[in-house]
Every structure is written in structure tokens, then in C-alpha cells.
């Protein structure tokens, strides 16, 4: 009966609430519905993106490292073979194929390279290599940080053209081996004494070469071979009479100017350089400096700052020297007369009284000229008044480089002595 009344009930509700329909346009907008944001995935959603990240940081940090290592050593191959330097306007050279810079490999060949800086094999020529400044633009490009820097690229500007072809001069004829065995007894031939030589002229009067005519060698004791004597610089013997032969007019040494031409020589006067005095490091290392000013070491750290200051060298305080020298009426005959200039070296007896004016003269004798006038020079150089006027306003002392306390207080400058005179009085 019970079960009558609900099913009775059921009906009637199911009557009153008819059940609904879903049309066909609303299941095709629910189909095309897209899918919810990542940023609404759970936890675990976002874990495994994170993850899959990861390794392809780590590929984009390897394939980096491989590129540089790739770089590094295509630099490594591309380097001078002689400033050990990434390569700039490449070089080949033939037909040993190895590659410089072409402003190194002119240096080379400038010094007298006759051969390939690398393996020292015979060379022809240096030519410009396409690819490899190809290979080069290619890799600046990609390691700009590896090119020259600006101050480099300008000097090999300066030395090497782009394009130019190079070629290697022809080795020289290789020295034959000297022979030990003859005995030092013996005199050896000059340059100019063998009739072929290279400088175009020979020895009238050719010394024999012991290791071929030992029984017509010279000895040494015999003196001197005739017509020759000594070099003054390295000390091998020259013939008199060669062009290349000078003489120094103040010690009567001779030189070759063959073995150092720029030692073994004798120049014009007022163009010679000093022996030892390239530079102000040298005046501040000699101790003649110091003698010729009586150990006053104030007086000259006070020349050596103005000489640094005015940027003079050596050379050019020996010129005005000579040119003070040469305005005097008797020029350089009281030198002469001092016996400032001793033979050193053997040659044949010329006369010193003689009126003849000197004309050339040795670097130890140009320096033996400008340690004896640096003195005077710097009295001359103080009265141009280029000096501070602490130390143009010294006052002069009476007894002047006689003076026995100069070494104490300065050279000219005994204003502080007066004072400390007074004060003594004083006390």
C-alpha cells in the first residue's frame, strides 16, 4: 500500500517537471571549448617543465664551450711563426709553406734573413695568402676579442704593404773553418788581402796567410807587416792605404771600418759619438763625471736634473763643446799640449807639431773632449738663466773650483756657507 502512495508521488513529479532537452548547438560549443592554462596545472605539471628546461641549458652552455674551445684552437693555429701572435696580413713563405706576418717576415728579411725564420731552409719568396686572411676575417668575426690591437696593426702598417710579394736575397758564402792549429805567433791577413775580396780593393802589400805559406808568414815579432797596423777597435790588422782606412788626427790610431764600421772609424769631429756616453743613464754612472767636478755630487745632480729637464743627450753636449772649442784662437792645440789624448795602439809615427788643423778624431778621444769640457759647459749652460731662481740666486764663492769645502756644500753656492759662518760667530 505504502509502496502504491510513493511510486503515485513519483508519477505526479515527474509529470509537474518534464525531463530537458540539450540541443545540438550547445554540445558543439562545449566540445569546442580549449584546455585550461598551464598556469592552473597542479604542482607536479610545473615540476616536469621545469625539468625538461634544464637539459637544454645545459646543451646551450656545452655547444658554447665547444665554439670557444673550436676558436682557441683554430687561433693556436694561426699564430706567427715568429711573434707567436694571431697572424695579421698573412705570409707564405716558399716552398717551405710557413706563415708569418707579413711586416714580421720583411724584418726578417730587412736584417739579412736569407732563409725561413722557422726551419731555416733556403727560401725564394713571401706572398700573400687569400685564404688564410680569409680564414682569419672569419675567425674575428666570431672572436673579435683575439684581434691585434690598434697600436700593433698600425706599426706592421707602417712595415709591411698589404699585397706586396717579398723575396729573400741569396745566402751568403759560408766562412770556411778556421784552423785552430796555427800558431798565434803568426800575423793574419787583412780584409783587403786577398786579391778577390769583397770591398773592391786590394792590399798592395799582402800579409801571407800562415795556414797556406807558413814559411812566408810574418811573425809578430818582427814588428808590424809593412804597410798595415792595428785597428783601434778590434784591434785586427788593415792596410794603410784601403778607402776604407781612417785615422784619428788627435791620437794617431787607425781604424779598418770594416769589422763594426760604426766603431771601427774615425769621423768628422763635431759628428762623433762619445765612447760610453749614449745617454743621461751613462753620465749619471760615470764616475769621471763626478772627478772632473771634484766629487761635488750637489753641483751635479743639479746638471744632471737640468740636462734631463732640457732633454739633451751626450752627443749634443760634446758638439756645443767642440763648437766652444773651435771659436778659441788656438781651438784644440791646448788640449793636445795637456797630452789629454795617448796612443794606445801601434801604427806608424806622425808628426803631433804639426799646423794642420784636425779634422776627424776617435770615440775615445771624443769622450776624452767631453769629460774635459763638461765643467765649463755647465758654468755657460747656468748663465742662460734657464735654471729656478733658488738656484740662479746662489752666491758665487770667491775661491770658486779652487775651493777645498765645494764636495760639502755645492759647487758656486756658498751662500749657505756664509750663513753658516755666522751662526758659528754667534754661538
Same mark, same amino acid.
Given at each position: 500500500?505504502?509502496?502504491?502512495?510513493?511510486?503515485?508521488?513519483?508519477?505526479?513529479?515527474?509529470?509537474?517537471?518534464?525531463?530537458?532537452?540539450?540541443?545540438?548547438?550547445?554540445?558543439?560549443?562545449?566540445?569546442?571549448?580549449?584546455?585550461?592554462?598551464?598556469?592552473?596545472?597542479?604542482?607536479?605539471?610545473?615540476?616536469?617543465?621545469?625539468?625538461?628546461?634544464?637539459?637544454?641549458?645545459?646543451?646551450?652552455? =656545452?655547444?658554447?664551450?665547444?665554439?670557444?674551445?673550436?676558436?682557441?684552437?683554430?687561433?693556436?693555429?694561426?699564430?706567427?711563426?715568429?711573434?707567436?701572435?694571431?697572424? /695579421?696580413?698573412?705570409?707564405? &713563405?716558399?716552398?717551405?709553406?710557413?706563415?708569418?706576418?707579413?711586416?714580421?717576415?720583411?724584418?726578417?728579411?730587412?736584417?739579412?734573413?736569407?732563409?725561413?725564420?722557422?726551419?731555416?731552409?733556403?727560401?725564394?719568396?713571401?706572398?700573400?695568402?687569400?685564404?688564410?686572411?680569409?680564414?682569419?676575417?672569419?675567425?674575428?668575426?666570431?672572436? %673579435?676579442?683575439?684581434?691585434?690591437?690598434?697600436?700593433?696593426?698600425?706599426?706592421?702598417?707602417?712595415?709591411?704593404?698589404?699585397?706586396?710579394?717579398?723575396? @729573400?736575397? #741569396?745566402?751568403?758564402?759560408?766562412?770556411?773553418?778556421?784552423? !785552430?792549429?796555427?800558431?798565434?805567433?803568426?800575423?793574419?791577413?787583412?780584409?783587403?788581402?786577398?786579391?778577390?775580396? !769583397?770591398?773592391?780593393?786590394?792590399?798592395?802589400?799582402?800579409? %801571407?796567410?800562415?795556414?797556406?805559406?807558413?814559411?812566408?808568414?810574418?811573425?809578430?815579432?818582427?814588428?808590424?807587416?809593412?804597410?798595415? +797596423?792595428?785597428?783601434?777597435?778590434?784591434?785586427?790588422?788593415? +792596410?794603410?792605404?784601403?778607402?776604407?782606412?781612417?785615422?784619428?788626427?788627435?791620437?794617431?790610431?787607425?781604424?779598418?771600418?770594416?769589422?763594426?764600421?760604426?766603431?771601427?772609424?774615425?769621423?768628422?769631429?763635431?759628428?762623433?759619438?762619445?765612447?760610453? /756616453?749614449?745617454? &743621461?743613464?751613462?753620465?749619471?754612472?760615470?764616475?769621471?763625471?763626478? =772627478?772632473?767636478?771634484?766629487?761635488?755630487?750637489?753641483? !751635479?745632480?743639479?746638471?744632471?736634473? /737640468?740636462?734631463? +729637464?732640457?732633454?739633451?743627450?751626450?752627443?749634443?753636449?760634446?758638439?756645443?763643446? &767642440?763648437?766652444?772649442?773651435?771659436?778659441?784662437?788656438?781651438? @784644440?792645440?791646448?788640449?793636445?799640449?795637456? =797630452?789629454?789624448?795617448? !796612443?794606445?795602439?801601434?801604427?806608424?809615427?806622425?808628426?803631433?807639431?804639426?799646423?794642420?788643423?784636425?779634422?776627424?778624431?776617435?770615440?775615445?778621444?771624443?769622450?776624452?773632449?767631453?769629460?774635459?769640457?763638461?765643467?765649463?759647459?755647465?758654468?755657460?749652460?747656468?748663465?742662460?738663466?734657464?735654471?729656478?731662481? #733658488?738656484?740662479?740666486?746662489?752666491?758665487?764663492? %770667491?775661491?770658486?773650483?779652487?775651493?777645498?769645502?765645494?764636495? =760639502?756644500?755645492?759647487?758656486?753656492? /756658498?751662500?749657505?756657507?756664509?750663513?753658516?759662518?755666522?751662526?758659528?760667530?754667534?754661538?
Amino acid at each position: 500500500m505504502i509502496e502504491d502512495e510513493s511510486k503515485a508521488d513519483s508519477h505526479s513529479q515527474d509529470s509537474e517537471h518534464p525531463p530537458t532537452r540539450i540541443s545540438s548547438h550547445r554540445i558543439t560549443a562545449l566540445s569546442l571549448k580549449r584546455s585550461a592554462s598551464p598556469s592552473f596545472e597542479d604542482q607536479n605539471s610545473r615540476k616536469r617543465f621545469k625539468d625538461s628546461e634544464e637539459p637544454m641549458d645545459i646543451q646551450c652552455k =656545452e655547444d658554447v664551450g665547444l665554439e670557444s674551445k673550436l676558436a682557441d684552437d683554430i687561433a693556436q693555429e694561426l699564430e706567427c711563426g715568429c711573434c707567436s701572435e694571431l697572424l /695579421y696580413k698573412p705570409v707564405m &713563405v716558399s716552398p717551405c709553406q710557413h706563415i708569418f706576418c707579413g711586416s714580421c717576415c720583411l724584418l726578417w728579411i730587412r736584417n739579412g734573413g736569407t732563409t725561413c725564420p722557422a726551419c731555416r731552409a733556403i727560401s725564394k719568396t713571401a706572398s700573400p695568402s687569400r685564404p688564410l686572411q680569409l680564414v682569419l676575417d672569419a675567425l674575428l668575426r666570431n672572436a %673579435p676579442h683575439k684581434a691585434r690591437t690598434e697600436r700593433e696593426r698600425a706599426q706592421a702598417d707602417e712595415i709591411y704593404t698589404s699585397g706586396s710579394t717579398m723575396r @729573400f736575397p #741569396s745566402p751568403r758564402e759560408i766562412s770556411p773553418e778556421p784552423n !785552430v792549429n796555427i800558431s798565434a805567433e803568426y800575423a793574419r791577413p787583412c780584409p783587403h788581402c786577398s786579391p778577390n775580396n !769583397v770591398y773592391g780593393w786590394s792590399c798592395p802589400s799582402p800579409i %801571407p796567410d800562415p795556414a797556406i805559406d807558413l814559411e812566408r808568414a810574418w811573425r809578430l815579432d818582427d814588428g808590424l807587416p809593412t804597410g798595415h +797596423a792595428q785597428c783601434g777597435n778590434c784591434e785586427t790588422f788593415l +792596410a794603410l792605404r784601403a778607402p776604407s782606412t781612417t785615422r784619428c788626427d788627435f791620437c794617431q790610431t787607425y781604424f779598418c771600418g770594416v769589422g763594426v764600421p760604426a766603431r771601427c772609424s774615425a769621423a768628422p769631429i763635431p759628428l762623433q759619438q762619445p765612447q760610453g /756616453y749614449t745617454d &743621461v743613464g751613462d753620465l749619471i754612472q760615470s764616475s769621471d763625471v763626478y =772627478e772632473c767636478f771634484n766629487s761635488n755630487t750637489v753641483e !751635479v745632480e743639479i746638471m744632471l736634473d /737640468y740636462i734631463t +729637464a732640457q732633454g739633451l743627450s751626450p752627443r749634443h753636449i760634446y758638439r756645443d763643446i &767642440v763648437k766652444h772649442i773651435l771659436e778659441q784662437p788656438r781651438q @784644440f792645440r791646448p788640449l793636445i799640449e795637456l =797630452e789629454l789624448f795617448v !796612443v794606445s795602439h801601434m801604427g806608424p809615427s806622425v808628426d803631433s807639431d804639426s799646423s794642420t788643423s784636425p779634422h776627424k778624431i776617435c770615440r775615445s778621444c771624443a769622450c776624452e773632449i767631453l769629460i774635459w769640457g763638461l765643467k765649463d759647459w755647465w758654468i755657460r749652460e747656468r748663465k742662460k738663466g734657464l735654471l729656478e731662481d #733658488s738656484i740662479m740666486n746662489r752666491q758665487d764663492c %770667491p775661491e770658486g773650483s779652487g775651493c777645498a769645502m765645494q764636495s =760639502e756644500f755645492g759647487l758656486f753656492n /756658498y751662500g749657505l756657507l756664509t750663513l753658516v759662518f755666522l751662526l758659528i760667530s754667534l754661538l
